[in-house]
């Protein structure tokens, strides 16, 4: 089946570990995008991809790093300068062509830093 | 700058009740998408609707309907006959064409809870 597949639903760190949250879609969409969500609050960008070894900061991308080495993938590192890395991650992906067009989400990977 | 406003912050009805969840959009770009998520207790946000600013046509799919309004920059969402599985989170969101990437802003969220 098509879809975004995100691992591990949880994960827990330490403070000061850098940790890399996974997203992989087998859609063929060119364009991949990863948003936080703190609870009660709708989701903000972090870094977006149109192309493979392509990608811009989002809204929020201090503390955070990506790559794009390959369509299908789009890993998300939180790094140890990231103040608050405490949320709910989630990775979305949108077809090809001219857009704009509703994304594509996977089912979320719940960070927790202590 | 886009803004999307979601002024309710949880709503609940009882089951078979009708509950419309408000949406109202700023943005200065004459043409854009207006987009309607659902959240469910899994996390995993599912597509609803997607509606271009040339559309003002509402839209009724099943028990859900929309109304979108340019004049009043608002993009409603009615549940019609609610059922206990329409408990969810639902964001209300906004894009512009800039791009191939759709960058879309959404608004703060709806806690939909439908009591049996």
């Known amino acids: 089946d098509g879809g975004i597949t995100q691992s591990p639903k949880y994960l827990f760190r330490k403070e000061g570990q850098n940790v890399t949250l996974s997203c992989e879609q087998n859609l063929n969409h060119d364009a991949m995008y990863w948003y936080r969500q703190d609870p009660g609050q709708g989701l903000r960008l972090i870094y977006y991809?149109?192309?493979?070894?392509?990608?811009q900061k989002g809204d929020i991308a201090e503390g955070y790093s990506v790559s794009r080495e390959k369509k299908e993938s789009f890993p998300l590192t939180v790094t140890s300068a990231q103040k608050n890395p405490t949320a709910f991650y989630l990775c979305?992906?949108?077809?090809?062509?001219?857009?704009?067009?509703?994304?594509?989400f996977g089912p979320g990977t719940r960070l927790t830093v202590t | 700058a886009q803004k999307v406003t979601q002024a309710q912050t949880e709503i609940s009805v009882v089951e078979k009740e009708d509950v419309t969840l408000d949406c109202v959009y700023e943005?200065?770009?004459?043409?854009?998408?207006l987009f309607w998520y659902k959240q469910p207790p899994s996390g995993e946000l599912v597509f609803l609707i997607r509606r271009n600013s040339f559309d003002e046509q509402n839209e009724i799919s099943g028990r859900y309907s929309w109304n979108f309004q340019k004049s009043t920059s608002s993009f409603n969402f009615t549940i019609t006959a609610s059922q206990v599985v329409d408990s969810a989170v639902y964001f209300c969101?906004?894009?512009?064409?800039?791009?191939?990437?759709?960058?879309?802003?959404f608004g703060s969220g709806t806690r939909l809870s439908i009591r049996p």
């Open positions: 969101a906004l894009s512009v064409l800039y791009s191939s990437a759709s960058k879309i802003i």
């Open positions: 943005t200065r770009d004459t043409t854009y998408y």
């Open positions: 979305a992906s949108s077809p090809p062509g001219q857009g704009p067009y509703e994304q594509y």
């Open positions: 991809s149109q192309i493979v070894n392509d990608f």
